[in-house]
């Protein structure tokens, strides 16, 4: 079903070179001071970079399939509500998102909640109790799942309308036909692509780093402001992600292989 | 351990009679906010911790007004609006007192006055001082936007045109040094021990040239109307008075060695 690249034969000459720098470089880590003291410093951050992906990853998940659900469905609001949020968030690029989110969005929501709690005798909240981690997750679920809403919109599309028809002709109702017909075979389309926007997700989680938050990239800059050696710091935040991201995508392609088997 | 929380407790009151004429916080807590990115004020050592002159004299601060700091970190770009806006009680990143500053959070008095050195490749021979690099139109530098080596910069080196193209931008000081380095620009300024850092990290790929350019009270910022200020000032004061100030200069300027 899914077509097979010619290169997919290729010896992977690539993941060789790929690994052996890999070695070469945590093989520094492990005998060169600096190099070492640069991973130390960088360990927290990957927790944080893991943390960030997570979280966002699963609740844009959840939110794109909503999102995917309203696009399709039998009524006109929800298609044109679905329709606007993902044209609106998919049209800004994710660091503006991130800053409006968490300098404009944030203290708007919290101004809100205390609006809301004045009247119904609730403590208010304060703007500093809603953490720049907390704005950081937000902005890049809201991101992704516009992105993922439309993976998941063209999986259910992509599910054979004979199919419907003939589960609406077995008396199936309309979640039933969704749980035990659509679902599973669109699973199979929609793997793909959400394991590459996972991959995506680590990368991005980067971007945290413009508010402060203490993820691989923002360790990485003030482990180089503190040690003045750009050369190695780098070097090493870019092998926590490599390790992470192709680890990632060589997981999910034997996955997908085995999906494909079945 | 029960020893030791009665030693504390006794250490903490022979302190505060000590310090007897300065305001007591009653335990409050103080939300302090830094980045961590400017050594040796605040920056990740190599054992991975927060650490330098302002930690020890925000703990030492604490200590003389019983007060308890936590700390946050933000990236310097979100800290001045941040605080601003109330959602930390006190902002410490080596910033210079200014007026255009001033107009949206409030300034402790200074506790460190910093100089301005010039950093220059190691085999830069074609201006010796602030004139020269300013009086040769091909001359670049580098800074990083709202700081003081970008104002020093525009002010004392340039010809007061924040605009000038000859000061290119970039987003972090790090950022600077490596444009410096890699030949795209031909200046960086910074304050005489990050310079001395960097210096003493680049095996001879960096010097330090011409006189000291102009100088930079720093103090912390709070939330306008912030309560915080007077205690604050007070403790600075009595820090001056009996050198515990001078002793942390000593500490981190002279003695620490950056970068190993």
């Not at chain 2, 007061?160 to 790090?174: V, W």
Request: charge should be negative; charged fraction near 20%.
């Amino acid at each position: 079903m899914i077509p097979t690249s010619p290169d997919d034969r290729d010896f992977p000459w690539w993941l060789v070179a790929v690994v052996a720098i890999g070695l070469y470089v945590f093989w520094q880590v492990l005998t060169v001071e600096e190099y070492s003291r640069v991973l130390n410093t960088l360990q927290r951050g990957i927790w944080v970079t893991i943390y960030v992906t997570l979280v966002s990853y699963t609740m844009a998940c959840v939110l794109g399939l909503l999102l995917a659900m309203a696009a399709l469905s039998r009524f006109l609001i929800l298609r044109q509500v679905a329709r606007f949020y993902v044209e609106v968030v998919r049209g800004i690029p994710i660091i503006v998102l991130l800053l409006y989110v968490a300098f404009v969005l944030a203290p708007a929501m919290v101004a809100a909640w205390n609006w809301i709690a004045e009247s119904i005798g609730f403590e208010p909240v304060r703007t500093r109790d809603f953490s720049l981690l907390w704005r950081a997750v937000i902005a890049l679920t809201i991101a992704y799942s516009s992105f993922l809403a439309e993976v998941f919109r063209a999986g259910l599309q992509s599910v054979d309308q004979g199919q419907i028809e003939a589960a609406e002709a077995l008396g199936l109702n309309r979640w039933q036909r969704f749980r035990f017909i659509v679902f599973p075979q669109a699973l199979r389309m929609i793997l793909p692509p959400l394991g590459n926007d996972f991959v995506a997700m680590v990368k991005d989680s980067s971007l945290v780093s413009v508010l402060g938050v203490t993820d691989v990239t923002q360790l990485g800059k003030v482990t180089a402001a503190g040690n003045f050696r750009y050369f190695e710091t780098y070097n090493v935040v870019a092998l926590v992600y490599l390790t992470i991201t192709i680890s990632l995508s060589l997981a999910l392609r034997k996955f997908e292989k085995r999906m494909r088997s079945r | 351990m029960r020893l030791l929380s009665i030693l504390a407790a006794m250490m903490l009151a022979t302190s505060a009679v000590a310090d007897g004429h300065l305001p007591d916080l009653e335990g409050r807590e103080i939300v302090v906010v830094t980045e961590n990115a400017y050594p040796p004020l605040q920056f990740i050592d190599g054992n991975g911790d927060a650490v330098g002159w302002e930690y020890d004299a925000m703990a030492e601060i604490a200590g003389r007004l019983n007060a308890t700091v936590t700390y946050e970190n933000i990236s310097w770009d979100a800290m001045i609006p941040a605080v601003s806006e109330g959602q930390f009680d006190l902002g410490m990143t080596g910033i210079t007192i200014r007026e255009d500053r001033a107009e949206v959070v409030d300034f402790s008095d200074k506790y460190m006055t910093s100089e301005m050195v010039m950093l220059v490749r190691g085999d830069e021979e074609r201006f010796t001082d602030a004139a020269g690099f300013a009086a040769d139109e091909d001359l670049l530098m580098a800074a990083q936007p709202g700081t003081t080596p970008f104002y020093v910069g525009v002010y004392d080196v340039l010809d007061g045109d924040e605009a000038n193209p000859r000061i290119k931008l970039m987003e972090t000081f790090g950022a600077t040094v490596q444009a410096l380095r890699a030949g795209d620009v031909d200046l960086v300024l910074t304050d005489g021990t990050a310079g001395n850092g960097y210096v003493e990290a680049s095996d001879g790929g960096l010097k330090i040239i011409g006189e000291k350019l102009g100088t930079e009270d720093f103090g912390f910022i709070f939330p306008k109307g912030s309560d915080l200020v007077e205690p604050i000032n007070a403790a600075i004061a009595n820090m001056e008075a009996d050198g515990t100030i001078e002793a942390l200069n000593t500490k981190w300027f002279l003695e620490y060695k950056l970068g190993e």
